[in-house]
Every structure is written in C-alpha cells, then in structure tokens.
C-alpha cells in the first residue's frame, strides 16, 4: 500500500476564496483521484487526476470550480475555487499504485473544509 | 449512473455478536472493496475481492464477492469497541478510456455496546 498524506488537514474558509489542497504519495503512483465526502454521507468521485494532461471530471464537477494538477507522479492539488457554504465536505485523494485492472485504491486522511 | 444498495444503514450490537452486512448492484463489477472510515479520518481499505465467488479473511473479517459479480457480503466476528465506525463498500468497474472508477455504497455504520 501507498502512505498518502494532505495538506491542510482542516481549514474554515470564507465564503467566495479559494482553498488548494496538497495530496502527497511517499511512492510513484499512476493514478490518482480526488473525491467529496459531504457530511453523513459516502463519498463522490470529483475527478481523475492525470500526470501530463488535464484531469477528467465527473459529471456534476468542473474544471473552473475544482481546478486539479498533477505535475508528477507523486504529487497532485485540488482548488476548490469561489467557495460557497455548500462547498463544505471532507476532500479525499486516493490512489491506485498500479492502475491496472485488479488494483485497488487507498486514501489520504482528509481535509475538513467548513465555509462560512 | 452506477449505484451499491448497501444494508443496513446502521447496526447496533452487543460487544462479542457478530455482525453482517451487505451490498448489491443492478451492475457487474470486477472488483469489491470493503473500507473502514472511522471519524475524522480517510477510509482504511479492509479486505479486496477480485474473483466471483472469492471468500476472503483479515483476521476477524470475513467477505466475499458474489457468484454474479453483483454482491457482496461483509462478516465480523466477536465484535469489539474498536470495531465501531463506518464501514464502506466499494464496486470497480472499466469506466473508459482505460481507467476504472470505484461506485461506493452508503455505508454502514457501526456501534457496539460494551
């Protein structure tokens, strides 16, 4: 397994900035993915996060709202941009170290974002 | 889109019962993962299934992925204080242009009385 680690772990924003966050893997991963806990609930793929190119979001998700970059195989950020109090979740990156067809994914611990 | 029912939603139990719980789909999936969230925290992958009919163990924890690739189930035994939190299934399938996507069940949210 991968260790994932995110910066902030938490932060309380106000309403209308923007907050990036920092996902780090301690190994070089092919795919890396970003996804939305809203409060009670489970968790919502935002988009995928792709070394070189432009991530690939989800219906529902765009790219002027979650700006994403990857500008490495370890390293990947995610801008929740002119935030709004329904923009408060907890933010997970995840990995899948090999990408392939049996591989599985594993999680950062999070990032508690409250807008107010 | 892809949806997991997953059941119950919340479980309250006796510290030593053991506990079940489960997740279905209208959908096949190659792979069912089974995560553990607990507050505050990121979910912790548990147990991974790749076969249809795959019975697997980690430790107290028993799953597997259904015959049909469209289930699966998620058993501990003799619960204890620890085992609280919310438990997550997860369905992965080929959602195109080579990558694969991971559908998540509702969870399943744990308590044990001690």
């Known amino acids: 397994s991968a260790v994932i680690s995110q910066k902030p772990s938490r932060d309380i924003c106000q309403r209308g900035t923007s907050l990036t966050i920092q996902c780090q893997v301690d190994s070089q991963v092919t795919m890396m993915f970003w996804y939305r806990q809203q409060p009670g609930q489970s968790l919502t793929l935002i988009a995928t996060a792709n070394q070189g190119s432009e991530a690939t979001y989800e219906s529902g998700f765009v790219i002027d709202k979650f700006p994403i970059s990857r500008p490495n195989l370890t390293f990947s950020t995610l801008t929740v941009s002119n935030m709004s109090p329904e923009d408060s979740s907890i933010y997970l990156c995840?990995?899948?170290?090999?990408?392939?067809?049996?591989?599985?994914?594993?999680f950062g611990p999070g990032t508690r974002l409250t807008v107010l | 889109g892809q949806q997991l029912n997953q059941s119950p939603q919340s479980m309250f139990i006796q510290e030593g019962e053991d506990v079940s719980m489960n997740c279905t789909s209208s959908s096949i999936f190659n792979t069912w993962l089974w995560y553990k969230q607990d507050p505050g925290e990121g979910p912790v992958l548990l147990i991974a299934?790749?076969?249809?009919?795959e019975l697997t163990s980690n430790g107290r924890l028993t799953a597997q992925f259904g015959i049909t690739r469209k289930d699966s189930f998620l058993n501990i035994s003799a619960s204890i204080p620890s085992d609280v939190g919310i438990y997550f299934c997860?369905?992965?399938?080929?959602?195109?242009?080579?990558?694969?996507?991971?559908?998540f069940g509702k969870g399943t949210k744990l308590s044990v009385i001690p």
């Open positions: 995840s990995v899948a170290p090999s990408g392939g067809a049996s591989d599985t994914q594993y």
């Open positions: 997860a369905g992965r399938s080929y959602s195109g242009a080579g990558s694969y996507q991971l559908t």
């Open positions: 299934l790749y076969k249809a009919g």
